[in-house]
């Protein structure tokens, strides 16, 4: 079992054998474990256009300390402001791991099948593998801003899927 924070009534997540998913109704900043974590945050506060966003910037530093308590990943935007106001290791950093066991894996979500690259940042907290990523594709043609907002916020299945096995992974 993992639990699926901060992530869509309606999305993946919610279906899922083994996964103990925390929408907005149940406020995932209530989550006290013990199960490791895949959370998605919001990251409209931490992103490029967070000029224009009414999203509780808190809830990502949240989201953060239970993937640091208790294992598993955060996946965020690459380049998110996060890292900076968190304290984590960015991709190319040196060591690899912080203080947590945590570490940054750079990916694009096209390799899971998102119409857009989707350059993404997930912060792994004590794995004990990391599932082998699939192939690289070439980037595909769709362009994340012009999607959406729904289409934009969705984790492709089989993302949702890798995303999971990680987190069982996570002490």
């Known amino acids: 079992m993992v639990a699926a924070l901060y992530v869509l009534s309606d999305g993946h997540y919610s279906r899922m054998a083994g996964v103990d998913a925390w929408d907005i109704n149940r406020d995932a900043t209530r989550y006290s474990g013990p199960l490791p974590v895949v959370a998605h945050p919001p990251c409209g506060p931490w992103g490029r256009f967070a000029w224009n966003c009414k999203q509780d910037a808190s809830t990502a530093l949240t989201a953060v300390k239970q993937v640091q308590r208790f294992g598993g990943v955060l996946e965020h935007p690459a380049g998110s402001r996060l890292w900076s106001a968190a304290g984590l290791p960015y991709p190319s950093e040196l060591p690899l791991k912080d203080n947590h066991g945590g570490f940054t894996l750079a990916v694009k979500q096209s390799r899971w099948g998102h119409p857009a690259p989707k350059p993404t940042w997930l912060y792994i907290v004590r794995p004990s593998v990391v599932p082998e990523l699939p192939p690289a594709v070439p ?22 899927h890798w995303l999971v096995q990680l987190a069982q992974g996570c002490k």
């Open 139 to 160: 980037d595909p043609a769709g362009r994340i801003e012009f999607m959406s907002k729904k289409k934009r916020k969705l984790t492709p299945l089989s993302f949702a």
